[in-house]
Each structure stands twice: as structure tokens, then as C-alpha cells.
């Protein structure tokens, strides 16, 4: 939506608008926000709001949060009296200029340079959550809220209305909600979002989180975007489409078989870099607990049917051609997620070459034949860290954050004496 200033400060007023959330992200995705009133509005419009950067990035000195007003939102789940709305900010450094660290700022520059080249992008997202059962002291258990299985109804499906609650919560919000349903796991649930342009769709992903973990609340449960919370249990994804177009013609094609060169060459650039990318979409060591087990995939492959390809490439009935990857889990920033995958894509298509995409077209004969995802947060990271794709894609600033977390958080599974509970207690409630 596109407001100007006055706009914006005449729908607070006529709307009782109490309190404005300035949103933006740490390196990991995770939402933070500082509330301001009203009269502090104008301010942030003209020269931003100061707050302690600290939560990004270690050193991190004072920044700026600077509103886009085109991501005003209501949000729905709080009193009608006294409302309280949310916008998306650009960090910019006390002087006015952007922060190099700033992940949205990174994603639109790239988009606009994108554009400049004749490409457009879509992206969405389905991504997957448990709903679990809280104590008698109202903290979060393990006990699945259901014991329902893939696409089941009520009664076995006890979270529809948690789902139904979420996804009308979302549509108000105006973040597009396409479906939801029931997935393999007891109370594991899945909402998906319809395309849109990368940046709407990387914020949609981010409060997403935030929607369903509140509404969830609201209904006495606890919702966990853990990849694996369950040991013997499927684990939750986010499973990401992509559809893009060069001088307004869709690259990926209507027909798999006679699929445009182009296309060809962007699944090769993204099966080529998969290693070196994949400590970002999944950063935790709980993450590769997921790979290989049910639907996840382990190797680095595509397909047009196989239910456990890391790229699926569907036949477009109704819909506009895509692909979709489906190794990402929510502990991922989708900032940088989609800026490293979209950049693996293009630089496929920009080197000519399509043979990862010819060579690992047949996803389900001769596994062996592939190469695997990384096992480990560690391998990921190792392979990361050695990456001249990921230096030229990332600043420095963003791959130094990042990378010293997650070797802190390698350190400490390390040295755990009981690993499922390192995890539990730093994963299970925090994402």
C-alpha cells in the first residue's frame, strides 16, 4: 500500500491508534520491535528513531529505525480500544546513511538491481509448526495438542480452530494467507502464503512467527517452529517458491520437459551453491536432526514428483510456473535467505551453465550419486566460512555476526553433557 506521512498520522488519530511498533530483525530473523507513541511519529517519519543496535550484532553501536510506510498494519489480536499497529524499518546509521548489516535494505537493493537486469521476482513460503500443550503453570510442554496425522479433519484435528483463528488474523493483517492444513505430525500444522514480491514475502515470514505464537497463546497452547521438537517425529520446513521472469517471460516454463535454457541454468546455480548456503537456512544444530527423515530432503537434487527432492519443480496447473526448495526451517532469516538464493539462481544463469540441473534430474535413482547436504551445523558453517559466494553475496558485517553465533552455538552443543536438552532449552521456546 502506498501512504504519505499525513496519511499515515491521520489514520492513528481517527483510528485511536495508542501505541506504534518500529519492527526489524537480528541476524537470526528473530522480530524486535520499540514501541512509541504517537507524537513520536512525525519524528521517526523525518529522522528515524535511536536505539541501542546491540541485538544485532556485537559492538553494535547506536542505530536509527526509520518506518516504511507501506508496511502499516493493525494488528488484530490486540483491544480495538487504544490500537496498536506495526511497521517494518530500514536501520540506518545516526548520520543518515544506511547500515551496511541492515539484511531488508541488502534484499531491496538487490531487488532494484534485479529489476535494472529485466528480471522480476515472486516468492512464498508454506511453512510448518507444532501446537503443543501448556502445564498447570501455563509453561509449554512437549505433549502434542492432537494426535491427528497428514490433511486429517476434526476430531482428530484439534488445531483447526487455533489454524482458522491464525489464518483470519493474517488475511486482516493483509499478509495473504493461501491455505492451511494439518501435516504428518501430532498438532504439526502448516500455513501457506500466496507470491509476492520478495521483500512482503520475507516479512511475512518474519511476523508470521510472531501471529502464531500469539494466537496460539490466546488459546491456551504454545506453538514451536523447532525443526525437529520431536525425535521421532516428522520435522517442520519452510518450503520456499520462487517464480521469475526475464523481460516479463517466466523462466521456469509450462512444460518440465522442454523447460527455457534459463531456467535450466538458475536450478543448476542454486543445486551448485547448496552446500555453501546452507548454514544460513539452517542455523541451528537442531536443524540437520531434520534431513533425510520422512519428507526432508538429504541430497542435492530436484524433481518434479519425489516427495523428499530438495527442489521440486511442480507442474504449473492453474498457477504460475515455479520451483519450490524445501531444505530451509524457520530459524532462518528470510532476508538472507532469499537474497542467497536468488543470487545462487542468477549466477546460473549468468555463468550458461545447466548441468547440475541435467545431472541430477532423476532425484529418486541412484542416491549415492549426489551430493549431500551438510550433516551438521558445524560442516555447514565450515563450508560457509570458505565460500567466495557467500563473501561477495553477504557483507562483512552481516557474515561476521552470523558467523560468530552460530561457532558459539557449536561450541556450547559441544561441550553439552546432554545435547537434547542444550537444544530444547535453546531452540524449543525461543523460535
Not at 481517527?14 to 530473523?29: A, W, Y
Request: include cysteine.
Amino acid at each position: 500500500m502506498s501512504f504519505s506521512p499525513k496519511e499515515i498520522l491521520k489514520f492513528v488519530e481517527e483510528n485511536d491508534v495508542k501505541f506504534i511498533r518500529l519492527t526489524f530483525c537480528d541476524m537470526f530473523g528473530n522480530l524486535k520491535n520499540v514501541a512509541i507513541m504517537p507524537n513520536e511519529l512525525p519524528r521517526a517519519f523525518e529522522y528515524g528513531i535511536p536505539f541501542d543496535a546491540s541485538c544485532i550484532a556485537e559492538g553494535c553501536s547506536d542505530l536509527l529505525l526509520v518506518p516504511d510506510i507501506s508496511t502499516l498494519s493493525v494488528l488484530p489480536w490486540r483491544p480495538k480500544s487504544g490500537r496498536v499497529v506495526r511497521f517494518f524499518c530500514a536501520l540506518k546509521n545516526t548520520d543518515g546513511s544506511d547500515y551496511v548489516g541492515d539484511m531488508r535494505t541488502a534484499l531491496t537493493n538487490y531487488i532494484n538491481q534485479l529489476r535494472l537486469d529485466g528480471y522480476s521476482c515472486e516468492m512464498g513460503t508454506k511453512c510448518e509448526f507444532y501446537l503443543f500443550e501448556l502445564d498447570e503453570r501455563g509453561e509449554p510442554t512437549k505433549i502434542p495438542h492432537d494426535k491427528g496425522g497428514y490433511l486429517d479433519v476434526a476430531p482428530l484435528d484439534k488445531c483447526e480452530n487455533a489454524r482458522r483463528e491464525i489464518c483470519l488474523s493474517l488475511e486482516e493483517m493483509g499478509m495473504s494467507p493461501k491455505s492451511s492444513c494439518h501435516k504428518h505430525g501430532p498438532a504439526q500444522n502448516e500455513i501457506e502464503f500466496r507470491e509476492s514480491e520478495p521483500i512482503t514475502a520475507a516479512d511475512n515470514m518474519v511476523h508470521y512467527k510472531t501471529v502464531v505464537k500469539s494466537i496460539a497463546a490466546q488459546n491456551g497452547l504454545f506453538a514451536s517452529f523447532m525443526p525437529k521438537p520431536l525425535p521421532e517425529e516428522h520435522g517442520s520446513a519452510i518450503s520456499i517458491s520462487i517464480s521469475i521472469k526475464k523481460g516479463g517471460e517466466n523462466i521456469i516454463g509450462n512444460d518440465i520437459d522442454a523447460m527455457p535454457f534459463e531456467g535450466r541454468c538458475f536450478i543448476s546455480g542454486i543445486l551448485g551453491r547448496m552446500r555453501e548456503i546452507t548454514a544460513f537456512l539452517n542455523s541451528t544444530t537442531n536443524s540437520y536432526k531434520r534431513f533425510g527423515i520422512g519428507y526432508a530432503p538429504k541430497y542435492i537434487n530436484w524433481s518434479s514428483e519425489n516427495c523428499a527432492q530438495l527442489i521440486r519443480v511442480p507442474k504449473p496447473v492453474g498457477i504460475t510456473p515455479r520451483i519450490e526448495l524445501r531444505s530451509a526451517d524457520a530459524c532462518c532469516n528470510p532476508y538472507i535467505t532469499f537474497k542467497l538464493i536468488l543470487a545462487a539462481g542468477i549466477e546460473g544463469i549468468r555463468s550458461g551453465n545447466c548441468d547440475l540441473f541435467e545431472s541430477a534430474m532423476h532425484s529418486g535413482e541412484k542416491s549415492d550419486i549426489f551430493q549431500k547436504l551438510p550433516s551438521s551445523l558445524e560442516e555447514a558453517a565450515a563450508i560457509a566460512k570458505d565460500s567466495d559466494f557467500v563473501k561477495h553475496t553477504l557483507s562483512a558485517e552481516i557474515r561476521s555476526s552470523i558467523f560468530a553465533q552460530l561457532d558459539r552455538q557449536i561450541s556450547d552443543y559441544a561441550a553439552a553433557s546432554d545435547k537434547d536438552k542444550f537444544e530444547e532449552e535453546s531452540y524449543f521456546k525461543f523460535v
